[in-house]
């Protein structure tokens, strides 16, 4: 059975200081990762889309990456506005569904 | 611009009451999705649909309809038979190949 889990739950960090972010999976033949960005009482913003191992994405401070049993979200000097949840999804071959894991919930602190 | 609408923001209703989310994509994409989104659990597929006038039930769909009568919208009912709908429903699309999902700001329903 497809699977993802993102650890960890919460990450509490002080603006300027690095982490990654991890998403393990389980999938019959990827067909795609996907990072999202989800603020509070809002739908989930695309991040990345990452298709097979050693693939890397950039944009800002976020780098994704991809290996073939998880993906890290690195954050490097994070601030204030990058604190939301962050959702990784993966999907599968031979199913529509997109499978997501429970999220990372990021507060970066002044 | 481009994008998923989804309406109303938030919806209040009453037990025993069907109630009817709207969501819109000028986007041109052929697929569309709908999830549940519950505190502390991942988002849950309820239904899906690769092209029009056709859709297929996802993991939760029980207490809940739809339809795709045009390309651009696919609303979804709220039943009386869903046991517990109060939720943040979320609306996506994609081209239907293998690129992401893009989604709308998402609906409140609260139940009372």
């Known amino acids: 059975e497809d699977q993802v889990t993102q650890s960890p739950e919460a990450l509490r960090l002080q603006e300027g200081e690095s982490s990654s972010l991890n998403c393990s999976y389980t999938?019959?033949?990827?067909?795609?990762l996907f990072w999202y960005r989800q603020d509070p009482g809002k739908g989930p913003e695309f991040l990345f889309t990452?298709?097979?191992a050693g693939e890397e994405k950039e944009k800002e401070r976020l780098k994704a990456t991809l290996t073939k049993k998880e993906s890290f979200l690195h954050i490097t000097a994070p601030k204030p506005e990058d604190s939301a949840t962050y959702l990784c999804a993966v999907r599968g071959s031979g199913t529509y569904k997109y499978i997501f894991g429970t999220g990372t919930r990021l507060k970066v602190l002044a | 611009d481009g994008g998923i609408t989804q309406s109303p923001k938030y919806l209040f209703r009453k037990e025993g009451q069907n109630v009817t989310l709207s969501c819109e994509q000028n986007?041109?994409?052929?697929?569309m999705y709908w999830y549940r989104q519950d505190p502390g659990q991942g988002l849950r597929l309820i239904y899906y649909?690769?092209?029009?006038?056709?859709?297929q039930k996802g993991d939760i769909a029980e207490g809940y309809s739809v339809s795709r009568e045009k390309k651009e919208s696919f609303p979804l009912t709220v039943t009386s038979a869903q046991k517990n709908p109060t939720a943040f429903y979320l609306c996506?699309?994609?081209?239907?190949?293998?690129?992401?999902?893009?989604f709308g700001q998402g609906t409140r329903l609260t139940v009372v």
């Open positions: 649909s690769q092209i029009v006038n056709d859709f």
């Open positions: 999938v019959s033949g990827l067909r795609g």
């Open positions: 996506a699309s994609d081209t239907g190949k293998d690129t992401e999902a893009f």
């Open positions: 990452l298709y097979s």
């Open positions: 986007l041109n994409h052929d697929a």
